[in-house]
C-alpha cells in the first residue's frame, strides 16, 4: 500500500543534464500543474532544460535518502 502511494509523489531525473521532475512542484513553465505524477505528464512534453522527452528520465530511487 505504501508504494502505491508513493508513486504520485515519485521523483525522476533526466539522465542526459540531471535535472529532477518533482511532482509536488510540478514544471509550471511547461504547462506541468504542481501534483502530477510523472506517469501523468503527457509524452510531448520535454525537458525544461535540455529539451528530451520523457524516455530519457529515470526513477530516482534515493531522493529522500539524500536530501536531509
Ligand atoms: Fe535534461
Redesign the pocket.
Known sequence: MEQAKSKEKDKYR??????IYDPEKGDPDGGIKPGTSFAAIPDTW???????DKN??ELVRDYEEVIP
Do not use: A, T
Not at 14 to 19: F, H, Q
Open positions: 533526466c539522465i542526459v543534464c540531471g535535472y520535454v525537458c525544461p532544460l535540455c529539451g528530451v530519457s528520465f
